[in-house]
């Protein structure tokens, strides 16, 4: 089975301190990716996706216009995160490890998502 991933039922967000006393909220509004999920074969399924970082909103103009500067994501140089799996591993009967390799500017990271299949149906529209 297969999906795109829906930018319009799902969220990118994340959070951070700031100043070690307060929490930041924010997220990404443009993102795309897909979901390959072989439940007989794990091996054959991905998961693989990127995030448009221009998108960033934390709701403070300046704030956003900083993160998106050379200081942080130096989006002129660097314009996508993007994550791609490695491997898929079952860990229960409806929850997955999605492991893979998560790229911010040229670094490249190996990270553990725990995902939770909370459903299949077909799209009445």
Not at 13 to 31: A, C, L, N, Q
Not at 45 to 63: F, H, L
């Amino acid at each position: 089975m297969s999906w795109n991933i829906d930018p319009t039922h799902s969220n990118i967000e994340f959070t951070v301190k700031h100043m070690m006393f307060t929490t930041v909220r924010g997220r990404f509004g443009s993102f795309e990716g897909i979901i390959n999920l072989n439940t007989d074969d794990l091996l054959a399924s991905s998961v693989e996706g990127g995030v448009e970082v221009n998108s960033i909103s934390s709701n403070d103009d300046d704030r956003d216009a900083h993160l998106r500067s050379p200081d942080f994501f130096a989006v002129d140089n660097y314009p996508q995160i993007t994550f791609r799996s490695s491997r898929v591993e079952r860990v229960g009967d409806d929850h997955y490890k999605v492991i893979g390799d998560l790229t911010i500017h040229d670094a490249k990271r190996e990270i553990v998502w725990d995902v939770v299949d909370a459903g299949q149906g077909k799209d009445p529209w």
